[in-house]
């Protein structure tokens, strides 16, 4: 089992940078890649940013050049780095752990005003 936890969302005006962290524990070893996915409100979730064992990352096209993805494997966190948030940024942002099964965090809201 994996657990994730999720926190630093919040309201932010539009220009303005998040960070948010995955605390990430349970089996760590089993882990191949970390992503960050979001689901605005009557869309899909969306996949917003992946990294891999090796520390390969992949992006939207849509945060692209906003959006960092990091991942500290001493304190067993990967993190989001938001900078340019736009209002149609906003959403609830999960973090996922691709193991023998893909684990989910409860997720954090993320809300970017006008």
């Known amino acids: 089992q994996v657990q994730l936890v999720e926190s630093g969302g919040g309201l932010v005006q539009a220009g303005g940078s998040l960070r948010l962290s995955c605390a990430v524990s349970g089996s760590i070893f089993s882990i191949n890649h970390m992503a960050w996915y979001r689901q605005a409100p009557g869309k899909q979730r969306e996949l917003v940013a992946l990294?891999?064992?090796?520390?390969?990352?992949n992006y939207a096209d849509s945060v692209k050049g906003r959006f960092t993805i990091s991942r500290d494997n001493a304190k067993n966190t990967v993190d989001l780095q938001m900078n340019s948030l736009k209002p149609e940024d906003t959403a609830v942002y999960y973090c996922?752990?691709?193991?023998?099964?893909?684990?989910w965090g409860k997720g954090t809201l993320v809300t970017v005003s006008s």
């Open positions: 990294i891999t064992r090796a520390g390969n990352t």
């Open positions: 996922n752990a691709a193991s023998y099964m893909a684990f």
